[in-house]
């Protein structure tokens, strides 16, 4: 037996012992405070006369513990299958849309019929999972269900439910404070339902993943070579999803949605030495199940001392990111490989397509200036009521305009410097920082105004910035670990805006406005600020772009050719971390546009880096400033943000475009 | 014959003013106003399409003189056909309501109590949903969220006159070109609420000339409160109450200070159980088993979702609490926890007749 192997026989059960005297201690605190278990036998003999302490550990403490650990367990399980199976070290439960998916169901239910709310909830929470799943699997069938087109068509979806679900709680937002508490993740138990619900069904899922553990080891294989041993790779790969994806909707429908446990558990799991899918399969679970105890134990003994609602959702991601983070240092490209950013057989186009591209953006200005939605019709406005419109109109189009062009360019570099079509401003927390930023700034000054807001924005997401370029030059811009630090990162963020979502306080649907990418609060200060960084971006990005072309040869030949690759890498990685800044601050994280524009201009064959930029950035502003008079025209009276609109619009192109590949 | 003439400065997209004027000089743009170059009846001009108003004539300004004769016939020719129109459109009436629109739910009831009916409000389904009474006309104009009403339909419904609250932040600026905009804020209120919403009720029943409506309010909400107190009284000691409102099956809004109900609370003598933080609206998001005081009644707000009607009907937990166990739980019907005088004289008198109203 090898030093190696030994350690991995040895590490998990430490450390998965660490993990579990501190839930234990952290539970014994917790239960003192409640008043021990004294009165608890006397209490299980005659419930009626128990003191009320006595009930609520009976009914509420217990219960409580139970589920955390199960529900934590689950997601650790399917975390584990997912990661497997799409090869993707960032999978997760939530990257394939089941848990938009539920979310969505449940509040399409809660609207729809608010009375089967209690007969029909877990069902229904199933039931959006799966379609999620099914609609994620069907993008990626035509290719064999090749990992990179799953993990982005799933990724599509969550961002495509999500964009909906949060449609929904700007319009309904009284009707769904029940969903907006359960989607945060709040454990609050007050009998014993929700374990005799979980703990049969987990059981069933644990069963039938041990019976699947043979096709899941040798996932890594190819399918070629897997085929030589006997086994069908595209069909085991169904199958254990389906499971995983039966593990989540049970968890979420059940206790909400939690996250960050189903990606981090299995990464600790496997950092901690458990290599094969057999000793995965038995310690991400427990690793899970008391990753999510002690979150919820911690967030049950500060509930004391804090005022409102803790979500405990969101502070899984507050204790496992930086568990995470202190882990990832150790990581030496132990992990698969990333997929590549080549998603596209389109033979190569350049000046034709650009042109095309930029000669109808006007046109698209023009329809959005000038064809309006009055209260009795649609209607072509005259120039002269255009005019008149335009001192509110005319700013939206432009900061519109502009992000869009800011995230083309933003989204072009992510994903060509880190290899990863899921790269995108959101993704790697930069987004999130600046939310932080001025949720933070809300809170401290509840009147602040849009330059207070906007410093404090910039400041959150150059934080981010910041720590992501330490870290990164640390581990030398590995691209998987710059991505699993973003996801980190924006989880934490997560759980700032997830905290004032159930805090109760109406200014959580301005939050919400923003947060959905509304272009209404611009003016033009504003306009004048996203022109000056759109006119400091664009030219650079273009200027620089041979250096990404060097960086794709490798660092070796980069170097070779009198290019230093780190700092190189690092000054693009700033440069779009400005873009997203600054585009963030003017209308909100957009992310599917600066995730999607590089892929469309990819699509459409412009590949070289400086066509992809100028092709992205064109995209960009296209497709917001069509967003922007969608959402402005589409529900009169009511407006719908402009980011959510992109989501809606872009969304189904984009899937249209991934199934056709 | 008189009608209303406002004035729309087609440069600067905003009202430029507004004057009555005898009929027979509509049809002489150049001497209404200077710089009226065009003149056209019937719908805002800033909003090609929007419903023609019933008494009012738009003026758009350019801010250019016009010199050209032959223009100038040429205008005069369309103005003298739009007064002929004119002359169809009923004149207005003195004493006509003022066409005020409300942005937040609480200035739309704090309108409504001084008698007048707003024409357009933001969120009207909501409204209708949640704040219940006192009931909107039917022809009251949606104009979307409060965040961010759509300007094109609050044009359209031509407002004189636009409230909106500071805790929308930048909005009053934004509407200023569309109606002179009056912001008043009730919530978050620092201290009490109700006193609040009588000084905002005061300020706007001088805004509007409604002093008579405003006196008759006050007096009805103190002579609601004084009824309730002399109810709550019959007791020896201090009443302690909890009143909460299902969110979820596990979750509830438990209200005291700073809302609209702790207001009534102080001036009708009852004491609140919950002495935890609320937030600026006057409640705290809690989990059912933190309402660990006992308590005289455990007041239940409707609208109850579906999800809480199983915990009502006794589940272990809620059968334990307490307040459950020690006092009376009654049911109350929905009141808006944000809203301003209406909504507390309503809150008075649900309170005197559903919990206080033994034998």
């Known amino acids: ?661 | 014959m008189k009608v209303k003439a406002t004035f729309i400065d087609f440069a600067l997209a905003r009202n430029a003013g507004e004057r009555e004027m005898p009929e027979g000089q509509i049809g002489l743009p150049a001497e209404v106003h200077p710089n009226c170059t065009v003149s056209r009846g019937g719908g805002h001009p800033l909003v090609p399409g929007a419903p023609a108003s019933r008494e009012r004539l738009y003026c758009c300004m350019t801010g250019i003189p016009q010199a050209r004769v032959s223009m100038r016939r040429r205008l005069r020719t369309v103005a003298v056909a739009l007064a002929a129109v004119l002359l169809l459109v009923p004149p207005a009436r003195a004493g006509d309501p003022p066409r005020v629109a409300a942005i937040t739910w609480d200035l739309t009831e704090t309108l409504m109590a001084l008698g007048v009916a707003p024409v357009a409000v933001a969120n009207l389904r909501g409204y209708r949903e949640w704040v219940v009474a006192p009931e909107l006309p039917a022809d009251t104009v949606d104009i979307g969220l409060r965040f961010a009403p759509s300007l094109t339909t609050l044009a359209a419904s031509d407002p004189d006159l636009i409230l909106t609250s500071r805790f929308l932040r930048d909005l009053p600026e934004r509407l200023k070109p569309i109606a002179p905009v009056e912001a008043l804020t009730i919530y978050p209120a620092d201290g009490d609420p109700l006193a609040r919403a009588i000084e905002v009720t005061r300020t706007l029943a001088n805004r509007l000339d409604r002093r008579d409506a405003f006196a008759d309010v006050t007096a009805r909400l103190e002579r609601q409160i004084r009824h309730l107190a002399a109810k709550v009284a019959d007791r020896e000691r201090p009443d302690q109450v909890y009143l909460v409102q299902f969110q979820d099956a596990d979750h509830v809004r438990v209200y005291a200070q700073g809302s609209l109900f702790q207001s009534v609370f102080d001036r009708a003598g009852i004491e609140n159980a919950w002495d935890g933080a609320t937030n600026g609206w006057g409640f705290a998001l809690i989990p059912l088993a933190q309402l660990t005081a006992s308590a005289d009644h455990l007041i239940v707000l409707e609208p109850v979702p579906t999800a809480a009607a199983g915990v009502l009907d006794g589940s272990p937990i809620w059968q334990a609490l307490p307040a459950v166990r020690s006092g009376q739980v009654h049911r109350l019907p929905a009141v808006w926890g944000a809203g301003g005088v209406l909504s507390a004289i309503r809150f008075a008198r649900l309170l005197a007749r559903h919990v206080y109203d033994r034998r």
């Open chain 1, 1 to 661: 037996m090898t030093a190696a192997s030994r350690r991995a026989q040895i590490l998990p059960p430490a450390w998965g012992l660490l993990l579990a005297v501190a839930t234990l201690v952290a539970t014994g605190a917790n239960l003192h405070t409640l008043g021990g278990l004294g009165g608890f036998w006397p209490a299980l003999e005659r419930p009626a006369s128990a003191s009320y302490e006595t009930v609520k550990l009976l009914y509420g403490f217990a219960p409580r513990l139970a589920v955390s650990f199960v529900a934590g367990a689950g997601l650790a399980a399917a975390g584990t299958v997912m990661q497997q199976v799409l090869r993707n070290p960032i999978a997760s439960p939530m990257t394939l849309g089941v848990a938009a998916g539920a979310q969505l169901a449940l509040s399409l239910l809660t609207l729809l019929a608010p009375e089967l709310l209690t007969s029909l909830r877990e069902p229904a929470a199933m039931l959006g999972g799966a379609l999620a799943l099914a609609l994620v699997l069907a993008l990626g069938w035509r290719r064999q269900l090749d990992p990179a087109t799953v993990v982005l068509a799933g990724l599509v979806i969550s961002l495509y439910l999500g964009a909906v679900n949060a449609g929904l709680l700007l319009l309904f937002q009284h009707d769904l404070n029940a969903v907006l508490i359960w989607g945060s993740g709040v454990l609050t138990q007050h009998d014993w339902r929700e374990l005799t619900f979980l703990l049969p069904r987990l059981a069933a899922g644990l069963l039938a993943l041990t019976l699947l553990q043979r096709p899941l080891g040798v996932m890594t294989l190819d399918d070629g070579s897997a085929h030589g041993l006997g086994l069908n790779l595209p069909r085991a790969r169904v199958l254990s999803l389906a499971v995983a994806v039966y593990l989540t909707a049970c968890v979420v429908s059940a206790v909400g949605v939690v996250a960050f446990i189903g990606l981090a558990a299995p990464a600790l799991a496997r950092l901690l030495g458990a290599w094969r899918m057999r000793q995965r399969l038995l310690w991400a679970p427990v690793l899970g199940g008391l990753l999510l105890t002690l979150a919820d134990q911690l967030v049950q003994g500060l509930s004391g001392v804090l005022p409102g609602l803790l979500p405990t959702g969101a502070l899984t991601a507050l204790v496992g990111a930086p568990i995470m983070l202190w882990l990832l240092r150790g990581l030496h490209a132990r992990t698969p490989s990333g997929q590549g950013a080549q998603f596209t057989t389109a033979p190569s186009a350049g000046r034709p397509v650009l042109g095309l591209i930029w000669l109808g953006l006007p046109l698209v200005c023009l329809l959005a200036m000038t064809v309006v939605h009055a209260p009795d019709g649609w209607l072509v406005q005259a120039p002269g009521a255009v005019l008149a419109q335009a001192p509110w109109r005319l700013p939206r189009v432009l900061s519109a305009a502009g992000a869009g062009l800011l995230l083309g360019v933003a989204g072009t570099l992510l994903q060509r410097l880190l290899h990863n079509p899921m790269a995108s401003p959101e993704s790697l927390g930069l987004s999130g920082g600046a939310l932080t930023g001025v949720v933070i700034a809300t809170f401290l000054q509840p009147g602040a105004g849009h330059p207070l807001l906007l410093g404090a924005g910039t400041l959150g997401a150059l934080a981010v910035v910041g720590g992501l370029m330490v870290f990164a030059q640390r581990t030398g811009y590995a691209p998987e670990r710059v991505l699993l630090v973003g996801i980190a990162l924006k989880a934490v963020f997560d759980a700032v805006v997830g905290l004032v979502a159930v805090s109760g306080t109406p200014f959580w649907v301005a939050l919400l406005q923003w947060i959905s990418g509304s272009t209404y609060g611009t003016d033009w200060a504003t306009v004048a600020g996203t022109a000056g960084a759109a006119a400091v971006v664009l030219p650079l990005a273009v200027l620089l772009a041979r250096w990404i072309d060097l960086l794709t040869l490798g660092d070796a030949q980069a170097q070779a050719r009198g290019l230093a690759a780190g700092t190189a890498r690092g000054l693009l990685l700033l440069l779009a971390a400005l873009a997203t800044a600054a585009a963030t601050l003017l209308v909100g994280p957009l992310s599917f546009v600066g995730l999607m524009a590089p892929h469309l201009a990819s699509m459409l064959g412009l590949r070289r880096p400086r066509a992809q930029i100028l092709g992205a950035s064109g995209l960009g502003v296209g497709l917001l400033v069509l967003a922007d008079w969608v959402g402005r025209a589409v529900l009169l009276p009511y407006e719908l943000p402009a980011g959510l609109a992109a989501c809606l619009i872009g969304g189904v192109y984009f899937m249209w475009l991934l199934r056709r590949l």
